[in-house]
């Protein structure tokens, strides 16, 4: 990983309410093509800070590099070089299989050309070929949140931000999606991964644990299960959170 770039590097990333200090000093880089595990409780400020590394939230200091970007004054080209996907899908129910695709590559600013061959490719990759014009509302839960992981990567961006991507959906399914992500990440896409499954994090390559505000572990799943005495991931996130003292 030492002669991979830094595709998110942060130094003190700070963000305050008030008084309150939802992310607390937090350090961390992620490198090309690595899949980042984000973990962290409810309440734990692992929101907030991805709403501030994809330009969406100014820090109230700190600082911090998205896909080359500083999350300070680039919000905006952060956003077009980033992709995001989040539990709901985002996708649009009454529009065509299609028609959602290409929505979502004009917001990235694709040209038509690239948008046709981008599309092709994705159709053949998702095996999807056949449902091009199906409209999203009609499409099982699986197939549609392959399409909306197809969404989010449609422009190839360096980095896609997943915000509990799997929720309400089956194990088998949840399996298959994780192929699509080690797909992604195999042709250099860096994943920035938040769940609550806690058997997902084995999958990643690094797994940061946030409490209170402040990152509290962060290493291999290997590592952190040494470390901890633990045979599984969710034994070692539930050791880390009880440090945890502020209220959900």
């Not at 700190?62 to 996907?85: L, P, Q």
């Not at 509290?216 to 070692?236: F, G, I, Q, R, W």
Request: contains cysteine; aromatic residues 10%; neutral net charge.
């Amino acid at each position: 990983m030492n002669n991979q770039k830094k595709v998110i590097s942060v130094k003190d990333l700070t963000k305050k309410f008030g008084s309150f200090t939802a992310v607390d000093h937090i350090s961390f880089d992620v490198m090309e093509g690595e899949i980042f595990g984000f973990l962290g409780a409810n309440g734990a400020g692992k929101t907030t800070a991805m709403r501030m590394l994809c330009g969406l939230s100014f820090p109230t200091s700190g600082s911090g590099t998205v896909a080359g970007f500083d999350i300070t004054t680039d919000a905006e080209d952060i956003k077009r070089n980033i992709g995001y996907m989040s539990q709901k899908f985002s996708l649009y129910s009454d529009l065509t299989v299609i028609q959602n695709l290409r929505l979502f590559s004009t917001i990235y600013g694709m040209s038509d050309k690239e948008f046709k061959s981008a599309s092709e490719n994705l159709f053949k990759e998702l095996e999807m070929e056949d449902m091009r014009n199906t409209l999203v509302g009609e499409i099982p839960v699986g197939w549609r949140q392959k399409l909306a992981f197809a969404t989010a990567t449609i422009h190839n961006p360096k980095v896609v931000f997943l915000d509990e991507p799997t929720g309400g959906v089956d194990p088998v399914t949840r399996r298959r999606f994780w192929e699509l992500i080690y797909q992604a990440s195999s042709k250099g896409m860096t994943i920035f991964v938040t769940t609550h499954y806690l058997d997902e994090a084995e999958y990643c390559n690094r797994v940061s644990i946030m409490v209170d505000g402040k990152i509290s572990a962060l290493d291999n799943p290997t590592a952190l299960k040494e470390k901890y005495h633990a045979t599984t991931m969710d034994e070692v996130f539930r050791i880390v959170a009880k440090q945890a003292k502020r209220e959900e």
